[in-house]
């Protein structure tokens, strides 16, 4: 662009172009990844109670649900089961699984399963089956939500496309364009960009989804897969 436009700052932009459009764009399908997710542990979890109900011990349940488990968190629920057939300690099992999952709802099942690893009772099932009515509600609110902010996602995307566009007919306007050859014209478009760029980024962030705060969470190790269970302080 440098080359064909002698312009230095359209040679920036379209580099610029090239990384943050797919990286904008991106960010309209991760908020419908998340929500699938949420749904997908909701079935898990549902499907875990089930067969715990009809008396199935807890790591060999966790470890058939890998056959089973939805598409979005598959690979959360194999390494699990492999992690459990590999001899870990379920609570350690567990937190990493938690870790993988990092999500609050994630935390939610996780500290549910770690109460029954631990009290060896018949009231997990059903306390499995309250979370996963729990984990429903909250998925009709967060695609109600989502459905909110797909309106000004789609303002964004389609400010996106007309501005790409419209510079795309500017370009083949000689005349039109000629004004921004000189170095003040330069100056003047990199201003006007850093405008449309700044006006894009901010309108990316209203549209974002707040990051949820998980509380399975060990402040004093870098990650949880490398915790042991008997150093982990009581949540």
């Known amino acids: 662009m440098w080359l064909a436009s002698g312009w230095p700052v359209g040679g920036v932009l379209a580099g ?46 966790l470890i058939r649900s890998a056959r089973t488990a939805p598409e979005p968190i598959g690979v959360e629920v194999a390494t699990l089961a492999a992690r459990l057939q590999a001899r870990w300690p379920t609570p350690r099992a567990l937190l990493a699984f938690a870790d993988d999952l990092d999500d609050a709802a ?5 500290a549910a399963l770690l109460l029954g690893a631990e009290l060896r009772g018949p009231g997990l099932a059903r306390v499995l089956t309250e979370l996963a009515h729990s984990l429903t509600e909250e998925v009709t609110m967060r695609r109600k939500v989502e459905a909110d902010r797909a309106k000004p996602r789609a303002n964004a ?29 330069q100056l003047v478009l990199a201003v006007i960009a850093a405008l449309m760029v700044g006006c894009l980024l901010w309108m990316r962030r209203l549209t974002a989804a707040a990051p949820t705060v998980r509380f399975l969470v060990d402040p004093t190790t870098a990650g949880g897969a490398a915790r042991d269970p008997e150093e982990v302080p009581a949540r």
């Open 157 to 185: 995307r389609w400010l996106l496309f007309i501005t790409v566009a419209a510079a795309g007919l500017a370009a083949l306007n000689g005349d039109y364009l000629a004004p921004y050859g000189t170095a003040l014209g």
């Open 106 to 110: 994630g935390d939610l099942v996780v």
């Open 16 to 61: 610029l172009a090239v990384i943050g459009v797919p990286w904008l764009l991106a960010q309209f399908s991760a908020a419908n990844a998340a929500v699938e997710r949420l749904e997908a542990l909701q079935e898990w979890v549902r499907r875990t109670s089930d067969v715990l109900a009809a008396g199935g011990g807890l790591e060999q349940t």
